[in-house]
């Protein structure tokens, strides 16, 4: 059993900042690539950041500058440091992980349950 938990969402002003995490936990042999997308009401579900397990990474043209991802191998554990959020940022953040898990050992996708940021004008 693999689980992916989000935490770290909440209220801010606009211009503030938030930091999310995302810790796997279960029988893993190792998280290969991870990434953050959100969804606002009406809106579908967008790739907001994206990491490899080389520390390679990609961002939404939208986050660019403001947003910062990373990971803690040996925490399982990736993050989304937000600085100067704006209202457009408010939605339900998900944590998304290709993982190799153990006895058997195979890859998979998993999701989080999702944390909500909002962000006031």
């Known amino acids: 059993q693999v689980q992916l938990v989000e935490s770290g969402g909440g209220l801010v002003q606009a211009g503030g900042s938030l930091r999310l995490s995302c810790a796997a936990s279960?029988?893993?042999?190792?998280?290969?690539?991870m990434g953050w997308y959100r969804q606002a009401p009406g809106k579908q579900r967008e790739l907001v950041a994206h990491?490899?397990?080389?520390?390679?990474?990609n961002y939404a043209d939208s986050v660019k500058g403001r947003f910062t991802i990373s990971r803690d191998n040996a925490k399982n554990t990736m993050y989304l440091q937000m600085n100067s959020l704006k209202p457009e940022d408010t939605a339900v953040y998900y944590c998304?992980?290709?993982?190799?898990?153990?006895?058997?050992?195979?890859?998979?996708?998993?999701w989080g349950q999702g944390t909500q940021v909002t962000v006031s004008s």
């Open positions: 998304n992980a290709d993982l190799t898990v153990r006895g058997p050992v195979f890859a998979s996708n998993y």
């Open positions: 279960g029988s893993i042999f190792s998280i290969n690539a």
């Open positions: 990491i490899t397990s080389g520390g390679s990474t």
